[in-house]
T-cell receptor, first 116, second 115 residues
Framework: AQSVSQHNHHVILSEAASLELGCNYSYGGTVNLFWYVQYPGQHLQLLLKYFSGDPLVKGIKGFEAEFIKSKFSFNLRKPSVQWSDTAEYFC??????????????WGLGTSLAVNP | GAGVSQSPSNKVTEKGKDVELRCDPI?????LYWYRQSLGQGLEFLIY????????KSGLPSDRFSAERTGGSVSTLTIQRTQQEDSAVYLC?????????????FGPGTRLTVT
């Protein structure tokens, strides 16, 4: 079945530490990839997206993600986190389902807590 | 308004009652989505509108759930005979076009508590 896996459910880091959140999907066709973020008390918002072209995409607030097609992965990275990065992070993948309709499949999210 | 708005922000209802949740998308956005987010769970897709029609209702959990969209704008999600397991945050999102490849803009959600 098509799925999106976020392997880290809860991550705790100290400020200035590097961050990598994993996202893997199970689908062999063309995909569009997204990372959304939900800061405490705020709406979900887009962090970055990949449609085509350079597989290394840069988003807001110093985040970046790399699409590795051979690994079916779209991991999120940030070289040095800040306390304000404390949030819930969701990976989402747009793909074609069995009925040839495009669907958006969401991961379960990763809760990131950054200690000052 | 500039963003997606939802009302009410909080709703407490007794088991067995019907509730209506409202979503006002960003002006000009043709696609509208409803999701449910339960404690400790990811986003659960409920239904997707393109204009006033719903090409994908596959996520509605039971026939107690229904949704409509009128004028290509406001949408209402109705839950009949609410159950305790319906307690969750119901999120609405809109995008400028359909097809699941466009950025979705989310509203603040409606927190539903069924007692």
């Amino acid at each position: 079945a098509q799925s999106v896996s976020q392997h880290n459910h809860h991550v705790i880091l100290s400020e200035a530490a590097s961050l990598e959140l994993g996202c893997n999907y199970s689908y062999g066709g063309t995909v569009n990839l997204f990372w959304y973020v939900q800061y405490p008390g705020q709406h979900l918002q887009l962090l970055l997206k990949y449609f085509s072209g350079d597989p290394l995409v840069k988003g807001i607030k110093g985040f970046e993600a790399e699409f590795i097609k051979s690994k079916f992965s779209f991991n999120l990275r940030k070289p040095s986190v800040q306390w304000s990065d404390t949030a819930e992070y969701f990976c989402a993948v747009s793909l074609l389902n069995a009925g040839n309709n495009r669907k958006l499949i969401w991961g379960l999210g990763t809760s990131l807590a950054v200690n000052p | 308004g500039a963003g997606v708005s939802q009302s009410p922000s909080n709703k407490v209802t007794e088991k067995g009652k019907d509730v209506e949740l409202r979503c006002d998308p960003i002006s000009g956005h043709t696609a509208l989505y409803w999701y449910r987010q339960s404690l400790g769970q990811g986003l659960e897709f409920l239904i997707y509108f393109q204009g006033n029609s719903a090409p994908d209702k596959s996520g509605l959990p039971s026939d107690r759930f229904s949704a409509e969209r009128t004028g290509g704008s406001v949408s209402t999600l109705t839950i009949q005979r609410t159950q305790q397991e319906d307690s969750a945050v119901y999120l609405c999102a809109s995008s400028q076009a359909g097809g699941w490849s466009y950025e979705q803009y989310f509203g603040p959600g409606t927190r539903l508590t069924v007692t």
